[in-house]
């Protein structure tokens, strides 16, 4: 398989850079565009003269699968990476500061629009921004080929970040059988179950949340083994253990899951971790900044993937994640990436509720490329049947 293009160029030599104001009122949009665990998007944005910063919002933190913080650190450092895709598709580079001030440790970023070269190869990723969806539906047997495999791992290390792709049959059974282990433990905890409820099933317009639309259907009877019958929900589990299944989140609390029931996710998909050498808010923060690197690159080559995070969350799994498969270092983040149909898009919050000292209306963001007519979230363009999105060479997207 072809390797990505070589990066692109800024949007055109010839064009001056943005003006700085629409500039960092962009990559706010670009920022709530990001990926968050649960789409808690615990993120606040404060708009500045020359500046803007990213800080964590400790009220929409998951208390019960997230206590430390992990996950909410990953978020922000997801919305920080898009951020910086933006100022470089906008002609300017980016200085940041990653949690500068230790009075403050909510303030987890500060980024400074440089005027002098912006990096080519962030700017490719522009249009990659609106188009990546989290994708839970089974993905084609098709492998990510070794060469792709070795560029997401530069790139990941682009961003401070370990990329491991799981790759022995015993490792990928191992790295199955833990994530059953933990997403069995979190089912048993009725404050898991009462926070997974929580997300799923937010009020209208709230603009946040895992939305139906985007989860697989658990049928009646899958529903009935997990809520009354134990020994019903065992036989399940014991078929997926001879299967090799590693199980996606149940997110589908209202029996409303719009995807296949069928998410085909066994041992033959394509597995990596993200993992850290420190165990800290700023490794954590460069994890997330890695994760949307790897998802943005991976979305424009026409490559879907989701998170499988359950085993990550458990300290007992996550410990032996780390004896058994990162080589001592800390694991992030669990991705399976295959070929599929695009994910759908969730809801994204009002900007007047994330964005402080903005001039831009209050509704949901503003997508940069591809904006549909009903504005954000939109689906890319609509793939021409069998084609399948490419770069365009140009930093774009175009279809094969
Ligand atoms: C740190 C982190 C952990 C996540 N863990 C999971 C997971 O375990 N299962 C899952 O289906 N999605 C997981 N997601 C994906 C989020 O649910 C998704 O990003 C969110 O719903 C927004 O949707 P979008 O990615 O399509 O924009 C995770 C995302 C992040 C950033």
Redesign the pocket.
């Known amino acids: 398989m072809a390797l990505p293009p070589p990066p692109a160029p800024p949007p055109s030599p010839a064009a001056p850079p943005r003006p700085l104001p629409d500039l960092l009122e962009e990559a706010a949009d670009a920022a709530m ?7 808690t998007q615990p993120w606040r944005i404060v708009l500045h003269a020359d500046r803007l910063d990213l800080r964590a919002d400790r009220t929409r933190q998951l208390t019960t699968v997230d206590p430390g913080g992990r ?1 909410l650190a ?2 922000v450092g ?1 919305a920080l990476f898009n951020a910086r895709v933006a100022l470089a598709a906008g002609g300017w580079a980016a200085q940041v500061h990653r949690l500068p001030d230790p009075e403050d440790p909510d303030l987890l970023a500060v980024v400074h629009p440089v005027a002098s070269g912006p990096d080519p190869a962030l700017a490719a990723l522009a249009a990659a921004v609106p188009q ?3 994708d ?1 539906r089974r993905f084609s047997g098709t492998p990510v080929p070794d060469d792709l495999l070795r560029h997401l791992t530069a790139e990941a290390a682009q961003e401070g970040t370990e990329l491991l792709p799981v790759v022995r049959e015993e490792h990928r059974r191992l790295l199955a059988r833990l994530t059953r282990k933990a997403d069995h433990l979190q089912n048993a905890d009725a404050a898991y179950r009462a926070e997974i409820r929580r997300w799923t099933t937010r009020r209208r317009g709230a603009g946040d949340g ?1 939305p139906a639309s ?2 697989p259907h658990v049928d009646d009877r899958q529903r009935d083994d997990r809520q009354r019958d134990d020994r019903q929900r065992d036989d399940r589990q014991r078929d997926d253990r001879q299967r090799g299944d590693l199980p ?2 149940d ?1 589908d609390t209202t029996g409303a899951g719009a995807l296949p029931a069928d998410h085909g996710s066994g041992p033959d998909q394509t597995l990596v971790l993200l993992a850290s050498r420190e165990d800290d808010q700023h490794a954590c923060l460069r994890a ?1 900044e890695a ?1 949307e690197r790897v998802l943005l690159g991976l979305t424009r080559l026409g490559w879907a993937a ?5 085993a990550v969350e458990v300290p007992r799994t996550r410990e032996q994640l780390r004896s058994a498969l990162t080589g001592g270092a800390h694991p992030q ?1 669990v991705l399976r990436i295959g070929r599929a149909v695009p ?1 759908p ?2 809801p994204r919050r009002r900007r007047d509720a994330v964005v402080e000292n903005s001039t831009r209306p209050p509704g949901p963001p503003t997508a940069p490329h591809h904006a549909g007519p009903t504005g954000w ?1 939109v689906a890319g363009p609509a793939a021409p049947s069998g084609r399948r999105p490419v770069s365009d060479g140009r930093g774009g997207t175009t279809w094969s």
């Open positions: 565009a990001a990926p968050s665990v649960h789409n996950e990953q978020s997801a990546r969806h989290t839970r895992v985007a989860v996606l989140r997110f997330g994760l989701s998170p499988v995070t359950q983040n994910g898009p969730t979230p």
